[in-house]
């Protein structure tokens, strides 16, 4: 069946702007999450849903990092006022069940921002 | 304190040898889950192995198995009979708690590669 799918891939952004990145989680998975990876680095938590709620939310870096998930499935993360810090790589993941200590995470393939 | 620290920033192995890539952790939760996720060049994660914090036996996948030492809180990833398509970057990551606690804490990678 089709895994976690992200779009876009790849995403050039002049530092001030507004992006939005987009997560298709695998279909029926319970949770959803966001991480951020910088070059050289292992991913980091941004961000965590339970169905259309947001549980954690404590990895934001800002104020200018949003994320939503209003129907469950799909999930949108905002940042505004891009900054050249915020160049990284996007991962998406989901899991199928709330919680339990055997809890896989799907990932994406990752949306590569850069911020000029 | 790191609560998972890979200490291999690079490895070269000869193809079909094994090869034992170190992972230790940090926690003061009873109850965890560690994971190992292979990258490739794609840059996509793909999940290799689980072991819990309880689990009485090292975890096992195929030419995957999981070494794993409580007392020392050492989750070394062993690859037997290794193969040029196990060439990418490898992150073991915890999940802390049993219940609630969802996010992955990944550490700062492996890159392994496989010389024919």
């Known amino acids: 069946g089709a895994g976690v799918s992200q779009s876009p891939r790849y995403k050039v952004a002049k530092r001030g702007q507004d992006v939005a990145l987009r997560c298709d989680p695998i279909?029926?998975?319970?949770?959803l999450f966001w991480y951020q990876q910088a070059l050289g680095q292992g991913p980091e938590f941004l961000t965590y849903?339970?169905?259309?709620?947001?549980?954690?939310k404590s990895g934001l870096p800002s104020d200018r990092f949003f994320a939503e998930r209003p129907e469950g499935s799909v999930s949108t993360l905002k940042i505004q006022r891009t900054q050249q810090e915020d160049s990284a790589v996007y991962l998406c993941?989901?899991?199928?069940?709330?919680?339990?200590?055997?809890?896989?995470?799907?990932f994406g393939p990752g949306t590569r921002l850069t911020v000029l | 304190a790191q609560k998972i620290t890979q200490t291999q920033p690079g490895m070269f192995v000869q193809e079909k040898e094994a090869v034992t890539l170190d992972c230790t952790y940090d926690?003061?939760?009873?109850?965890?889950?560690l994971f190992w996720y292979k990258q490739p060049s794609s840059g996509e994660m793909i999940f290799l192995i689980y072991?819990?914090?309880?689990?009485?036996q090292n975890a096992t996948e195929g030419r995957y198995s999981l070494n794993f030492q409580k007392a020392r809180k050492s989750a070394n990833l062993v690859i037997s009979a290794s193969q040029l398509g196990d060439s990418a970057m490898y992150f073991c990551?915890?999940?802390?708690?049993?219940?609630?606690?969802?996010?992955?804490?990944f550490g700062t990678g492996t890159r392994l590669t496989i010389i024919p």
């Open positions: 993941a989901s899991s199928l069940v709330a919680s339990g200590s055997y809890n896989e995470q799907f």
């Open positions: 279909s029926g998975h319970v949770s």
């Open positions: 849903f339970q169905n259309e709620a947001q549980l954690d």
């Open positions: 926690t003061s939760d009873p109850s965890y889950g």
């Open positions: 072991q819990g914090s309880y689990d009485q």
């Open positions: 990551a915890m999940r802390e708690g049993n219940f609630g606690n969802e996010k992955l804490t």
